[in-house]
């Protein structure tokens, strides 16, 4: 019975002693949640600058229909060609997100983009995944790696 009280007062230190790391979890996901409400208030101001700030340096995006492209330069020079070309209004519906290592986070989910058309606006709606870099320092913002967008 002595050995039955050791092992779940092992185990109850265990739990206790993993419980930070629940909490972090929690903090990286809603750091990831933030950035992404962020991204979508630059991107439907359309600028494009601001969202190349959100990609690390080496950063990359796909586009539908389009060649990933890689580097916050030649990402923030896709989101301006998107702009020039009739991106109007995007809403995002995060499905879920993950932590994949200590130190990134992947976000899945839906979006619907309005685009301006000469024939007038059009809603195009698809899927999308985004790999974080989430910083351990709180102070520092969370990272686009790789954004991924498929039109349905």
């Known amino acids: 019975m002595k050995k039955l009280y050791r092992v779940l007062f092992a185990l109850s230190i265990q739990l206790l002693l993993s419980a930070p790391s629940f909490a972090w979890y929690d903090r990286h996901l809603e750091r990831v949640e933030d950035a992404s409400e962020l991204f979508v208030e630059n991107f439907n101001k359309k600028d494009s600058a601001a969202l190349g700030e959100f990609y690390t340096r080496s950063g990359a995006l796909k586009l539908p229909g389009t060649s990933a492209v890689a580097g916050r330069h030649n990402v923030v020079d896709a989101w301006q060609a998107g702009f020039d070309g009739g991106l109007d209004f995007l809403v995002l519906k995060a499905e879920g997100a993950r932590r994949t290592s200590r130190n990134t986070v992947l976000e899945n989910g839906r979006y619907e983009l309005t685009i301006q ?21 709180p102070h520092r913002s969370p990272k686009i790696i790789f954004d991924a967008i498929d039109a349905d």
């Open 117 to 137: 058309t000469p024939g007038g606006s059009i809603i195009q709606r698809g899927t999308f995944s985004v790999l974080w870099r989430v910083p351990a320092n």
